[in-house]
């Protein structure tokens, strides 16, 4: 990486000093696997608006939004003062609590899928919940999951997350690789894995285990294979596909929740028997939701015989409530409008920059969410993701890095509510420069993308 990595070294000393002891009581240095990148991350010591400010005194415009869950940016002034005059009362109990109710009405009253709801701490949570209810609703083990989907960490959707190519077997029909070790073998047997964006290989699956498949989940638009939006008519037919064979429909709604009031559910139009959420609906506190169908989440109503146990120390708890009902105050359809029309923008935006500096790249995005790739074959499932040079793409994070931009390390970007169209002009001039000074890279790693 050469003068990129000396520059980044230069300027963050302080964050490798914390790294270096961080390691020495954390497991590299973290707590947080996807908050890594080598040589080590930048420690961030605090956050206003849509800027953030490292150990260092550096400052980011932060397009990573702590992975798209800081929709309303860093330290909003409804959330402090909602958060603020609730703690004041206490921050968590063994009851329930009005709060809970009034976040509760607002998700029933936007998302077109939910009739009830329950809420726990995390996605993760939210999808091993949403699946146990799948399975307990229909009496069927087996779980239709897409390539490349990414679910939260429980062993059920520890699968097939980013295997390797080989692993894999054929494209159209793939093998269910475990995700991780520590997960028993047998949950291979209970995953039935499917590419992305075809309906066959889903007919195929349902024909394949009759009777047996309980759920398919799925990312309306999948947020680690870089927001590729979805095929004209392929919810629409998963949608039909699952009914057609008594399964039910999840999606996970925990990044695409702000595509619109209702979710990518009602910006695409289908409806999902149960949603998990997360993100956003807790104003950038600890949070996960899983809701849905009232005849499926009433399998969780602790009044009837033989129901399905649901716990969690923190669940629902009084930050969180007033947080993520601040934000959905906030975040209504004119905001997402603007947010989305944001998002268009930068899209055409880095388009331009790249053809401007002579590279052939791919710019994917669906409203505030968008990705940026090192090819120049269209990216539209996990295979064509798999296919992009991982060097180039870490190679324009320290570049962006260096020039005070702040993305996911693989290329993806989010927008909030605090940045306006000067922040898109500065994420798009960044590139463009990364860009220029990035051709002799770029030329001995992937020449074709070169004009």
């Known amino acids: 990486m050469g003068d990129a990595l000396q520059t980044y070294l230069a300027r963050t000393g302080a964050s490798r000093r914390l790294h270096e002891r961080a390691r020495r009581v954390m497991p590299g240095g973290d707590t947080r696997t996807s908050a890594y990148w080598a040589p080590y991350p930048v420690f961030i010591e605090r956050g206003d608006g849509c800027r953030i400010w490292d150990a260092d005194g550096n400052a980011y415009v932060d397009f990573v939004n702590n992975y ?15 958060v603020t005059r609730e703690l004041r009362h206490g921050t968590a109990y063994a009851a329930p609590l009005g709060a809970q109710v009034a976040l509760a009405e607002m998700l029933v009253d936007r998302v077109p899928s939910l009739e009830s709801v329950r809420f726990c701490n995390s996605g993760t949570e939210a999808t091993l919940f949403a699946i146990r209810a799948a399975r307990a609703f229909t009496g069927r083990e087996k779980v239709i999951k897409i390539e ?66 309980a759920a398919l989940v799925i990312e309306p638009v999948p947020g680690v294979m870089g927001y590729i939006p979805p095929p004209p008519g392929y919810l629409a ?10 399964a039910l429909l999840i999606f996970d709604e925990i990044q695409t929740l702000r595509l619109s009031r209702g979710g990518a559910q009602e910006l695409f139009g289908v409806v999902p028997d149960l949603t ?22 009433d399998l ?3 009044s009837r015989p033989g129901s399905l146990h649901h716990s969690g120390t923190f669940n629902g708890n009084r930050a969180t409530m007033a947080a993520g009902a601040a934000a959905l105050r906030v975040l209504d359809e004119a905001q997402i409008a603007r947010l989305n029309a944001m998002g268009e923008r930068l899209r055409a935006g880095l388009r331009e920059a790249a053809r401007a500096a002579g590279v052939t790249v791919q710019v994917v995005g669906v409203g505030s969410l968008s990705s940026f790739f090192f090819t120049d074959h269209p990216v539209t499932d996990y295979r064509s993701r798999a296919a992009v040079p991982g060097s180039l793409q870490s ?17 993806s970007l989010s927008l909030c509510v605090p940045m306006g169209d000067a922040e898109i ?27």
């Open 68 to 82: 798209t869950s800081l929709i309303l940016g860093h330290a909003h002034p409804a959330v402090l003062e909602a």
């Open 148 to 213: 490349g989907g990414f679910h939260g960490t429980h062993d059920t959707v520890e699968v097939s997350v980013s295997p390797s190519l080989e692993a894999a077997g054929p494209a159209d029909d793939p093998r269910p690789v475990l995700a991780s070790d520590g997960v028993p073998g047998r949950v291979r047997d209970e995953v039935v894995v499917v590419p992305y964006g075809g309906l066959e290989p889903v007919e195929r699956a349902f024909q394949r285990y009759p009777g047996q498949i």
């Open 237 to 246: 037919g998963v949608r039909d596909a699952v009914r057609r064979h008594g």
């Open 276 to 297: 998990t959420m997360g993100k956003i609906i807790g104003g950038g506190f600890p949070v996960g939701a899983f809701g849905g169908r009232r005849d499926i989440m």
């Open 300 to 302: 969780f109503d602790p």
């Open 395 to 411: 190679l324009l994070h320290l570049h962006l890095l260096n020039r005070g931009v702040y993305v996911i390390s693989r290329g």
């Open 425 to 451: 002009e500065e994420c798009i001039a960044a590139v463009g420069d990364a860009l220029g000074e990035m051709r002799p890279d770029i030329e001995r790693a992937a020449p074709q993308l070169l004009a």
